[in-house]
């Protein structure tokens, strides 16, 4: 009996000194030339790493992984690849920058607790993120497309080749936003080095397709310039569980919980994540949220992206109805061509541009629908959603149609970040193209962007 208590108590002893040490020393990480991730990475939404969702790519980041890929038989040759991709890791905006500077002086500030990594942003941390540096893309940025661009040319060896780039028969599209043509020319350079080939190829900017949601005057009267479209978004920020998360950073920096609101935990768990995503530290902010925090802000930044961008209003997903035609018409034109002199005059289109543009067109496309809508009610029972943006668009996400020519006809194949996915309706991974179009084919048919975006004035 005495001897079990004494087990236990050592245990719970050795248990509480090991997390201690933990703690403490994840407090403090300049030392360490790893990188460490944080405990919370796996909660950044769209601030997240891709790695996060590949983590293969963390020993190596040129690999390529055919576990997570179906293909058709070997008897079935590729013919063409549209690759719509997000650009990289990139600066906070100026709006986000300013809350993340205020979040830091109220803690140099105010802050009493005497929490290690308090202490640390106090005398070691300094506020470096100015508001120039606004959503630019930063060298990480650069590395993710240059390295997705060497990847894809592994997975992709008999369409990315000299030949191809050499005569045009690779494109390259990309939105005006510096970040996105940043994104373009690092992934061009990629494409270079992998292949040992210096050519030219131009980048074309087209706005109308790749920021197709700024031109859609319904989507932004109704939804970007609409308070109330995002009023589950504003019902949660101000719910049960944010104003815990709220209380805990309130203990945590030992100051009064009126000082905290809902805008300044949303700048800390920023400056958690742009520090790892950017710097690839695991920084002192990420201390001051435990895991339920973090999914509560993981929850919130879902429940925007839901209601902005996807199934929360159907003009969200309608507003890419011109990228969603851009596609078809492209691949149609690959199987006319197959079917006439067999010479695909585009091998390879690569469009760079948001989360805003990938994510309407996955609604579009019926995919990570959830059967239940998240709500601002509803975070518990949300637990094992499937509609989550870390895991969707995080940086340099890419949704990757691929045709193959087949004995039997044409085939497709689609990918999100490197993994096979299966059209929701279809059973086939890599269904015959024609049953692609069977299932698509009321927005095939309609889905017209005039139409859908144009506002019908009483
Ligand atoms: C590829 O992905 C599978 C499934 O996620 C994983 O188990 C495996 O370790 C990965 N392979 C490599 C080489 O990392
Ligand atoms: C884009 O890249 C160029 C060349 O590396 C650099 O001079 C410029 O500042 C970059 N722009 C942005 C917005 O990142
Ligand atoms: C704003 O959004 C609400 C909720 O979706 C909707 O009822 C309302 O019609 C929208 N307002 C405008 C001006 O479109």
């Known amino acids: 009996m005495v001897k079990q208590v004494v087990t236990t108590i050592c245990f719970v002893l050795f248990h509480c000194i090991i997390s ?73 905006t100026i709006k986000n920058i300013q809350k993340m500077r205020e979040f830091y002086d109220l803690v140099v500030r105010d802050a009493t607790g005497n929490l290690n990594c308090l202490s640390e942003i106090k005398s070691q941390w300094k506020m470096w993120y100015t508001d120039d540096m606004d959503g630019r893309l930063v060298d990480k940025g650069r590395e993710d497309h240059r390295h997705l661009a ?19 028969r690779v494109k390259l599209i990309t939105s005006s936003k510096h970040r996105c043509v940043n994104s373009t020319i690092a992934f061009r350079e990629g494409l270079m080095e992998g292949l040992r080939i210096e050519a030219e190829l131009e980048l074309a900017v087209n706005d109308a397709l790749m920021r197709y949601f700024d031109q859609c005057e319904r989507f932004v009267k109704e939804v970007e310039n609409n308070k109330s479209a995002l009023q589950e978004v504003k019902s949660f920020n101000e719910g049960p569980e944010m104003k815990r998360v709220m209380e805990k950073m309130a203990d945590r920096l030992v100051v009064p919980f009126a000082s905290i609101t809902d805008d300044s935990v949303e700048a800390g768990f920023f400056l958690c994540a742009y520090e790892f995503a950017i710097q690839e530290l695991n920084p002192p902010w990420c201390q001051l949220f435990d895991e339920v925090d973090a999914q509560v802000m993981e929850y919130a930044g879902d429940l925007k992206q839901y209601w902005k961008r996807s199934y929360g209003h159907e003009i969200n997903s309608k507003s ?20 006439s002199d067999g010479i695909v005059s585009e091998a390879v289109t690569v469009q760079v541009g948001h989360a805003e543009t990938l994510l309407p067109l996955l609604t579009l496309l019926d995919l990570f629908k959830d059967d239940i809508p998240l709500s601002s009610t509803n975070f518990a029972t949300q637990h094992n959603r499937i509609f989550r943006s870390g895991k969707i668009v995080p940086y340099a996400a890419n949704l990757l149609v691929v045709l193959y020519k087949c004995p039997e006809g044409i085939r497709m194949g689609v990918r999100l970040n490197e993994k096979s996915l299966t059209l929701p309706g279809l059973t086939d991974p890599v269904p015959m193209y024609e049953d692609v179009k069977k299932r698509y084919r009321a927005l095939l048919e309609g889905c017209d962007q005039e139409t859908v975006c144009k506002i019908n004035n009483s």
Not at 154 to 166: A, C, D, I
Not at 320 to 339: A, E, M, Y
């Open 150 to 168: 060497q990847r894809l040319i592994k997975w992709f060896p008999s369409l990315l080749t000299e030949e191809n780039v050499r005569h045009g």
């Open 320 to 339: 890419s109805c011109i990228l969603f035609h851009d596609l078809f018409h492209r691949l149609d034109q690959v199987v006319t061509q197959i079917n």
């Open 20 to 92: 201690y040490w933990a703690f403490t020393s994840s407090c403090s990480i300049h030392s360490s030339t790893k990188i460490i991730i944080p405990a919370v990475a796996r909660y950044f939404g769209t601030k997240g790493r891709y790695e996060e969702v590949n983590a293969y790519l963390i020993d190596d980041i040129l690999a390529i992984n055919n576990s997570l890929v179906t293909l058709p038989s070997s008897k079935c040759s590729e013919i063409h690849l549209t690759a719509i991709i997000r650009h990289g890791t990139r600066y906070p």
